[in-house]
């Protein structure tokens, strides 16, 4: 049973706990207390990450179980959740008390703010990063403590709990984005509208790119079609390549490659015509070939994505969820309780059925 403590909430928590491989347990924690720069939330919301799943199915290799994490120094078993929203109910040292009460959204990022990458707008590449549910305990339990610069008033943009769980993964599709410097007018293919692709397609509309959205799975590429894709391709078959280049015409196109899957890059190359902008968004967990005198020849550029910069991707994504406020339902549904993130999220997700393209959890 939980003790009250002396600010009027529990002294000890629920958490769900990694402690490696498959083995995720619901246990009693105690409640954390905010350092300095940092606020405590009382959980509201939590999003299940794809990072989620693969660490807790063939893991932990990320997350620093076994381990000590070099910045945080946090080592053994591990509260995940790394995208959440909270309400405000203490604060650290050097934190306005005027954040207790409030809604917030958090991307749980801590760069150092002092090394080269912080100073030139690429926190995300910061030597001495950290980050709340990845490299220190997380917010699927009942309390979480995050750096209140990672935090957005969700009540300003009037945005619920729900929603503003969602501004981190929002903010991870910004930065993909940000990795081609689309602009307005654009020609952008979207391989993969999954939980990114999603969020990537509506950040591309948003900007006023000329969005063509690819996926297996119709109910998916209804998905791109509500997020306001102007053309939807069913991939897979073996006139994909014909069909892509159709869309296109004689456009030199940015192509997002979100599947990280072998054929979703050959797709990704093989469509492209010179000059064009491949960003690799999805993750491939093995070594692949690559033509690269098809890159030298036709002036391709191949780039990575990874993470977000706090500083930039994850306000422009908080705006990005609060311009489509009260019609996110269909991208991430009614959050189910913690007792059921394994069978409800985990496990389907790692098994590549997930339930939904975002699943929520109250802890």
Not at 110 to 119: I, L, M, R
Not at 295 to 310: D, F, P
Request: overall charge negative; aromatic content about 4%.
């Amino acid at each position: 049973m939980s003790k009250t403590g002396e600010l009027g909430f529990a002294s000890t928590m629920r958490a769900a706990v990694l402690h490696g491989r498959r083995d995720l347990r619901i246990e009693e924690r105690p409640v954390p207390t905010p350092a300095a720069g940092e606020v405590l939330l009382r959980t509201a919301v939590v999003g299940v990450c794809g990072t989620d799943a693969t660490e807790w199915s063939v893991g932990p290799k990320l997350f620093p179980v076994a381990h000590a994490h070099r910045v945080s120094g946090h080592v053994g078993p591990m509260i995940i959740g790394h995208e959440f929203s909270g309400t405000v109910v203490d604060v650290g040292h050097g934190v306005s008390e005027s954040w207790i009460g409030k809604l917030v959204g958090s991307c749980g990022a801590q760069p150092c703010g002092e090394c080269v990458a912080c100073t030139s707008n690429r926190s995300n590449l910061c030597r001495d990063y950290s980050s709340v549910g990845v490299y220190r305990d997380g917010a699927l339990a009942a309390y979480v403590t995050a750096p209140v610069e990672s935090c957005i008033d969700a009540g300003e943009l009037g945005v619920g709990a729900d929603e503003a769980a969602l501004f981190q993964p929002m903010a991870i599709a910004v930065h993909a984005m940000r990795r081609a410097k689309v602009q307005a007018g654009d020609c952008a293919v979207v391989q993969g509208i999954g939980g990114i692709g999603a969020f990537l397609v509506h950040a591309l509309v948003e900007l006023g790119a000329v969005v063509t959205a690819v996926d297996l799975s119709e109910e998916r590429l209804n998905l791109a079609r509500e997020m306001g894709a102007n053309r939807v391709i069913t991939g897979g078959g073996t006139d994909t390549v014909a069909r892509i280049a159709a869309e296109i015409g004689h456009a030199i196109p940015i192509f997002y490659e979100v599947t990280g899957s072998v054929s979703g890059l050959e797709v990704a190359l093989e469509v492209s015509p010179p000059g064009t902008q491949i960003v690799q968004v999805g993750i491939h967990k093995k070594l692949r070939e690559v033509d690269l005198a098809r890159l030298t020849l036709r002036e391709l550029s191949l780039s990575g994505t990874n993470a977000l910069v706090r500083e930039t991707d994850f306000v422009d994504a908080a705006r990005l969820v609060a311009s489509r406020r009260g019609r996110w339902k269909s991208i991430a549904p009614e959050p189910i309780a913690i007792e059921h993130v394994v069978d409800g999220a985990l496990r389907p997700m790692a098994e590549g059925n997930p339930p939904a393209v975002k699943m929520l959890v109250q802890p």
